[in-house]
């Protein structure tokens, strides 16, 4: 609610300098007062830029788990969090919500799948544990979706947080140890 209002503000004021800036160059475009609008309409456009990227995740080329198709994976993974962030945060509204949720859930289950069958194939000695890791991380998710279902977007909270945590120790800290065996 309080960020709806806020946006709604943010609305108001860029719309407001647009309105002012198209008045200021009636008066012909030797009139200061348009450009400099127009550089604060700017200033506050970059500076909402960045207060809304601050807390996304951001690869880093440490997080590499030496193979190449999964780094892809977990690129991938980082973006539609990422996504799935801007689209809770935002109030982007129920259908952009439900679909950055399924489709970084879609994503974290297929890649479980293949990280598991390369680990399988290279006779990953952890593998089983490793297995059960991705497991009760899918359960975990469920039970939020669940919650989404009857609870709408309330239930989301702490849901990006848990998942951008879940995440980056995972694929920083778990998914590193099988780089000798799969690299
Ligand atoms: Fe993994």
Redesign the pocket.
Known sequence: MKRNFSALILASILGLLIVAIGLGFLFGPANPVPWILIAVLVIIILVYRHVSTKHQVKWKDSYSVGVSSLDEDHKKLIELLNQFQIAYKYHTGEEYERHALNELVNYTKYH?ER?ERMMAEREYPDLEA?KK??RDMVMEVEKFLKEYESRGHEALEGVATYLSDWLIN??NG??KKYQSYLA
């Open positions: 479980f990280e490793h890791l991705h995972h694929i778990i998914d």
